[in-house]
Every structure is written in structure tokens, then in C-alpha cells.
């Protein structure tokens, strides 16, 4: 078999431009996500384009009895060279003292513990195989705080420290960990943070050039494309017109 990479949140954004560019690099993909259809379409798209085959699961990661089910996976798909922890998501953009806990609990379930029920189950395949290579998508937002992004920024810090727990723990197994960590990309992340409002959405782009998904999945193909010897422990990856999350050039302004 080709070289494998598990990619969660496969289905929009940074996660299906990732799929991309690692299928036209010849690997066999596990595709995760919660939209079959979409996970479908992909699958079929990229088998198409570039020949590589592909196991689709169907998970929620906010449910670890369903994370559990890449257990099923055929032995020879569990010998997995990258696994990209990808899913996440905003929601809301309030103060903490009128935030939805909903949208905490979500966020939280998400972002740090759906990545986490992944890992310890692909961590230990990449142990048992002494190599493997695992990319945690943090943020910007898990750098520096800002004004009602309270616990999405949480969860995002919670990554950026997680990602250097697994790399110290993972040492001695061979094992490579990055974080990547972008400023604003324009994907449906906005449309998910603002529960399907796509004006103001739409908004949160206007007056720049923001990153692209292809950017980070570019940045991602490099991260794993280094030497063997080579780790990039991580990287912090902006618009050009975007200093940090508070200095942001737009010509609207
Ligand atoms: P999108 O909304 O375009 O994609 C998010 C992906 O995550 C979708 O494929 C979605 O799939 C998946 N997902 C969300 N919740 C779950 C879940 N419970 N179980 C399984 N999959 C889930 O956003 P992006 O591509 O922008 O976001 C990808 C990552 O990048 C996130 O971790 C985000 O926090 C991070 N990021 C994004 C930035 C941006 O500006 N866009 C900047 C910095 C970081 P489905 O709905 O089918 O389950
Ligand atoms: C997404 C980037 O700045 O909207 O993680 O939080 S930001």
C-alpha cells in the first residue's frame, strides 16, 4: 500500500484541501468527517483525479464510542504515516459573562477532546510502529486572546499545549508532532462561528486578502515533507495584511 494519512474534518476547508494535496502526492487517505455525502463526493473525486484509495468514516470526535470505531479499520489501513487532528470549530462571539454554554460545551468537545480521543487512538498505532508524523491545527487564537473569542481561545491555547505535551511524550517513540497555527482563512469556518448568518460572514473577509485552505494545506505538505531528521515543532502562519489578531489592514477602514 501507499504511504496513509488520517485527515478529521474532511469535508470543508483546511481538512478537504488537505485531502487534496495529499492524494496528488500519491497517499491513501482515511477520510473523517460528520457529512457522509460530502466525505462521499471527495472520496470519489480524488480516487478519480489521482488513483489513491480511501476509507470513509463517518464520526462525530465530540463522541469517543464513534472515535473508536477506526478500531474497525482493516490492519493494513492502520499503519497511518500522518495524521492531520483537523476538526474544530468556533461557535458564537460573546462575552463570558452572556456566552452560550452550549457553544462552550461544543467547542470544548471539539477542539480538545474530540482531538484527544483521535489521538490516543492513532498515537498508539504510530507507537507500535515506531514512526508517524501528527499535525495538530491550532491558531492563531490559541497564541494570543482576543475580545469574546474567551473559550474558543481556550481551546485553541489548550491545543498549542497539548501539541507540545505530545511531543515530548512521543520522543522516544520516533514520532513527529507540529502544531500549525494560522491566522484568518476564509473556509465556512466564519459561516459555522455565526450558525449559518453568511453576511456576516462574509464580513469577517472583507477589506483584505485572507488566507486560502490550499495556503495551509501547502504549509502542512512541507511540514511533512522535511528530512527525517527534521521536526518543525510549529508554525504560525498569517495573511500578509494580518499582524496578529488585533492589527488587521483592511482598506475599508
Ligand atoms: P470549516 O468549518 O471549513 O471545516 C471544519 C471541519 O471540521 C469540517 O470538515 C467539519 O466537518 C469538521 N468538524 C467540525 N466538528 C466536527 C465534529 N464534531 N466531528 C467531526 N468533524 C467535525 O473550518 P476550517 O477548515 O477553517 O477549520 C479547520 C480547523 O482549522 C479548525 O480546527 C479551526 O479551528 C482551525 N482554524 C481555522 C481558521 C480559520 O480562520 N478558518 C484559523 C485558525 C485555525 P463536518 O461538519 O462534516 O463534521
Ligand atoms: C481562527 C482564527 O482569529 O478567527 O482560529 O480566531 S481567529
Known sequence: MSKIALITG??????????????????????????TKRLK??????????????????????NNEEVQNLESLP???????????????????DPIQSGNIDDWDNMIDTNIKGLLYVTKV?????????????INIGSIAGKETYANGNVYCATKHAVDSLNKAMRIDLLPHGI????????????????????GDKDRAKKVYDGFV???????????????????HVNINEMVVMPTAQANTSHLLKTTE
Open 75 to 93: 490492519k493494513e489501513w492502520k499503519k497511518i504515516k500522518v495524521l492531520v487532528n483537523n476538526a474544530g470549530l468556533s461557535q458564537g462571539l
Open 10 to 35: 474532511a469535508t470543508a476547508g483546511i481538512g478537504e484541501a488537505c485531502a487534496r494535496i495529499f492524494a496528488k502526492h500519491h497517499y491513501d487517505l482515511i477520510l473523517v468527517g460528520r457529512r
Open 122 to 134: 492513532v498515537s498508539g498505532w504510530m507507537v507500535s510502529q515506531k514512526s508517524g508524523h501528527i
Open 41 to 62: 463526493s471527495l472520496a470519489k473525486n480524488l480516487s478519480a483525479e489521482f488513483g489513491i484509495k480511501t476509507q470513509l468514516l463517518t464520526i462525530d470526535v465530540r
Open 210 to 228: 485572507p488566507l486560502n485552505a490550499a495556503d495551509i494545506a501547502e504549509t502542512i505538505w512541507f511540514v511533512v515533507s522535511r528530512p527525517a
Open 176 to 195: 513527529k508532532v507540529t502544531a500549525i497555527h494560522p491566522g484568518a482563512v476564509e473556509t465556512e469556518f466564519s459561516e459555522v462561528r455565526f450558525k
